[in-house]
């Protein structure tokens, strides 16, 4: 069973007197509409499930006529649920969302009301425009390998190679056909329908470069003037970096900013690319798995990319941010912040045991901070993955 907790989360949820619209809200392919028909089969309310995942974007009249139909099927003052999957793909939906849902609290109705989207970007717009006081976010990350293990038995290598896509586990014997799938269905998927259908793209083959690009380069520093020296197309920063906040918006990278102690420093910073899955950089790369496990400098790359990706997806369902460190030729791979908490983290997946002067520097800058080394010399990986993010900070 899909995130049998977030199953029960948003069950308990729309079981309670006081109404919110639930927003589920996460990637593709991680559960969100397995969760949501799980809670619709189990409960014994009336529901009404639509999907905009449509050829063609509908408009404003396809959620009225969702919402009447939820509407046709109260029983007296008993609740009904509502869940429209993919929201985002709807023009101007949030204000339609707001009107109906004002008028049925006008009108005494009690529906209530689930919005599913892979959009952060969309889908936070909307919900800042015209439902402010009326949402709760139920966020939805990629798939940890503990979640991976226990629903599939994903060893811990597999997980570092194949990543965490739950949709996935069944073609992992087969290597070619789990890397089309992530390839056409998931990445290719993401992009036309996720940014390209739903934003403003003046150069769609540059923002695919910088996609592959973020993913070949995952766990480095590369400035955007280093970037656009590399892609094919010809661009500016600006829209490099916009282009970079698509790609973080469809849950796909993250370019992480460096700690400075300071925001506005952090944010004129290069950033850290960071593929959200490290089955994106696999796929990406065409080898296989024994390719990537026999190369030790490339495997240590992805498993530096498993590390943070699992402290981003983990951070963000509780407010820990993610950073990297550098200073002169001292640097650390991951900075945790969660208030005044500060950890630093280096990521050793070799065989011998190095030094870390990266840490050593960051601990005589921060005092405070604490510091940890994740593989050979500290805690072993599968300890470290298994470890709840807030106890690191």
Partial sequence: MYKRSMVEVIGKRLSEKRRFIQVLLGPRQVGKTTAIQQVLDDCTLPFHYAAADLPAPPDTGWIARQWEMARMKAEGEKPVILALDEIQKVAYWSSEVKRLWDEDSRAGRNIHVVLLGSSSLLIQKGLGE??????????????????????????????????????????????????????????????????????????????????????????????????????????????????????????????????????????????????????????????????????????????????????????????????????????????????????????????????????YAFKKRYPRAKTLIVGTGGVALNEFLETPILKLV
């Fill in 130 to 359: 015209s439902l402010a006081g009326r949402f709760e976010l139920v966020r939805f990350p990629h798939w940890s390998w503990t979640e991976m293990r226990v629903s599939f038995g994903v060893s811990l290598e597999h997980y570092v190679y194949f990543g965490g896509y739950p949709a996935s586990a069944s073609l992992m014997q087969d290597e070619n056909r789990w890397g089309q799938y992530i390839r056409d269905s998931l990445i290719e998927t993401a992009l036309s329908k996720d940014i390209l259908l739903l934003n403003r793209v003046e150069k769609p083959v540059l923002l695919r470069q910088l996609f592959v690009l973020a993913c070949e380069y995952s766990g480095q520093v590369l400035s955007y003037q280093k970037i656009l020296g590399q892609l094919q197309d010809v661009g500016n920063t600006v829209t490099v970096a916009h282009y970079q906040r698509l790609l973080e918006a469809a849950f796909l990278i993250q370019g992480l900013q460096k700690w400075s102690g300071k925001t506005v420093r952090s944010r004129s910073s290069s950033p850290k690319w960071l593929a959200l899955n490290s089955g994106l950089v696999s796929a990406l790369s065409n080898k296989t798995f024994n390719e990537w496990r026999h190369d030790p400098a490339q495997w240590g790359r992805l498993v530096e990319t498993c590390v943070g990706a699992h402290m981003a997806n983990k951070g963000i369902l509780e407010g820990v941010e993610i950073h990297y460190w550098r200073e002169g030729n001292s640097e650390v791979d991951f900075v945790l912040r969660k208030g005044n908490s500060l950890t630093a983290i280096e990521v050793k997946s070799g065989q011998k045991r190095i030094e870390s002067k990266g840490l």
